[in-house]
C-alpha cells in the first residue's frame, strides 16, 4: 500500500522538485542580468562624467567699452555645433546679441558700451556641452590724443 501511495505522488515531487529548480535558475539569471547591467551603468564614459569640464574658450583679443556693437572672435577647445549660446555676467556690462559658429572660432556680435575694465567669465553653451573662459575688457583711455 505504501509502495502505491509513493507511486501516486512521486511524479508530483519530481514536478516540484523540476519546478524549483527552474526558478532557482530563473532567479540566477534574473540577478546575473541586474549585476551586469548596474556594473554597465555605473562606469560613465568620460565625456559624461564632466560636461564641458575640459571645454575652454578663449577671446582673441580684449573687448574696448565704446558705443556700437562689436565682434569678439573666441576659439574653443572642443568641436562647438548647433544653436550655440554666450553668457556673461551682469556685471560685466557686455551684452551678446548674436553668436555665429564657423569651425572652431565663434564670433559674437556685442555691445560693449557699458563694459566694466577686468576679467569677466563667459560661457558657451550648446547642449549638454558647456565651454568656459574668460573675456578681457580692456581700460578706458583718460588721455586725449590732438
Known sequence: MQHCIRMAYEPLFV???????T?????LATAGL?????SLQAAPRAADSLPGGDCTVT????LTPRP????????VSEPIAGEVSAVLPDSAGVRVSEVKVD?????LRVDASAAREGEHPLT???GTLECK?????????DTITR
Open 15 to 21: 514536478g516540484v522538485l523540476m519546478l524549483n529548480t
Open 23 to 27: 526558478k532557482m535558475l530563473g532567479l
Open 34 to 38: 541586474v549585476v551586469a547591467g548596474t
Open 59 to 62: 577671446a582673441e583679443s580684449p
Open 68 to 75: 556700437g556693437d562689436q565682434e569678439l572672435k573666441v576659439t
Open 103 to 107: 569651425g572652431g572660432t565663434v564670433t
Open 124 to 126: 558657451l553653451r550648446a
Open 133 to 141: 573662459g574668460e573675456v578681457k575688457v580692456a581700460p578706458t583711455s
